[in-house]
């Protein structure tokens, strides 16, 4: 399994960096993503990121200001959220993607997903 770390309470325009760790499984055998869910919507693809980390996608309502990065030498993967906005409100999964594309599909399986790390904008 992966473990989220890193989200919190921020005012309108602060950042956080959201961490996700795993010591169960070797990243770098992994594309990676971000995904996220607000209370009564369904859960939407924020960021992925290929196995090596040398191509990146981010969703509309996210580009320009997030940065999805990785360190595989430490099974970590990073997403750098700046000048955050109310309805970037949400639970934040990392999750191993099953298939890199246009469209990043993750597992379903439960055991390639975190359990999420609250991120509330508000002030």
């Known amino acids: 399994q992966f473990l989220e770390s890193g989200g919190g309470l921020v005012q309108p325009g602060g950042s956080l960096r959201l961490s996700c760790a795993t010591s169960?499984?070797?990243?770098?055998?992994?594309?990676m993503g971000w995904f996220r869910q607000a209370p009564g919507k369904e859960r939407e693809a924020v960021s992925c990121?290929?196995?090596?980390?040398?191509?990146?996608q981010y969703a509309d309502s996210v580009k320009g200001r997030a940065t999805i990065s990785r360190d595989n030498a430490n099974n970590r993967l990073y997403l750098q959220l700046n000048d955050l906005k109310p309805e970037d409100t949400a639970v934040y999964y990392c999750?191993?993607?099953?298939?890199?594309?246009?469209?990043?599909?993750?597992?379903?399986?439960?055991?390639?997903w975190g359990r999420g790390t609250q991120v509330t904008v508000s002030s």
């Open positions: 169960e499984f070797t990243l770098e055998s992994f594309a």
């Open positions: 999750a191993a993607i099953q298939k890199f594309g246009s469209v990043c599909t993750p597992f379903d399986d439960s055991d390639y």
């Open positions: 990121i290929s196995s090596r980390g040398l191509i990146t």
